[in-house]
């Protein structure tokens, strides 16, 4: 008999890392239920494997997560696996300049999209007796950058989500854990470059020269981490906030 597939769910799964964890989940034999607000570009993810499975959903919304969790899990059932990659990253502006609307839509899908699907998954997860879980956050919730005060604050709210999530479910066998990507070469990152007006190539040299390893990441160096966190190679590994920044924050 062969041994059932592990089910993974990942949001923020159409681009970047989240798109990069999905192909190597899908590589390590998981199932995936592939989660993102671009459904266009989901349904290019079925070429990597028929093993995975694309639904559209806009994580800032609370009542669009709860139907989207109710619906896995009766139609795939409990995830052993969960990775909440869903984010924006809005061009910098100073905080004086930032308007509530533009704080409320970063919030709202960087910490409360973020909080809806763990609330939505982790729980029945617990009831199992096991699961693994990553948050993406980043090392702007670790460091300041100027410009980027609501970004920031969203992704140090990821790093406390997630050791809160972690210290809560611990009993129940549910690990939590979140990486903290230096930059990464994803496509969030270069269009925010090119919308800027900048030169391209000239900002991605300035930016690599900050990291001590002199370049900037990949976004499947970035899957790599996530799933070890997730894999039973890191069974005693709970509650971290892993930096994968070419050892930027190590200055």
């Not at 989660?35 to 990597?48: K, P, S, T, V, W």
């Not at 139609?75 to 004086?96: E, F, H, Q, T």
């Not at 950058?145 to 969203?154: F, I, K, L, N």
């Amino acid at each position: 008999m062969q041994p059932v597939s592990r089910l993974a769910v990942v949001t923020g799964a159409a681009s970047g890392i989240g798109r990069e964890t999905t192909r190597l989940l899908l590589e390590r034999g998981c199932r995936v239920v592939a989660a993102d607000i671009d459904g266009a570009r989901l349904a290019e993810l079925a070429q990597f494997s028929p093993g995975v499975r694309g639904v559209t959903v806009d994580v800032a919304d609370w009542s669009a997560v709860e139907a989207f969790g109710l619906e896995v899990l009766a139609s795939d059932g409990v995830p052993d696996y969960l990775v909440c990659a869903a984010g924006i990253n809005p061009l910098a502006a100073s905080s004086a300049a930032i308007a509530e609307s533009f704080w409320s839509r970063v919030v709202d899908v960087n910490l409360k999209g973020m909080f809806a699907v763990c609330r939505a998954f982790i729980p029945a997860m617990a009831e199992r007796g096991k699961g693994s879980v990553v948050n993406l956050a980043s090392v702007s919730g670790l460091i300041g950058w100027g410009g980027s005060s609501v970004y920031d604050a969203t992704k140090g709210g990821a790093i406390a989500l997630t050791r809160a999530l972690a210290t809560e479910y611990a009993s129940c066998g549910i690990r939590v854990n979140c990486v903290c990507p230096g930059s990464i070469r994803t496509p969030m990152v270069l269009n925010n470059l090119v919308a800027s007006g900048a030169d391209v190539q000239a900002r991605l040299q300035q930016t690599a020269a900050l990291h001590p390893l002199g370049r900037i990441g990949e976004a499947a160096e970035v899957a790599e981490t996530i799933v070890y966190l997730l894999s039973d190679a890191a069974s005693f590994v709970t509650g971290v906030a892993l930096p994968v920044d070419g050892g930027l924050t190590a200055i």
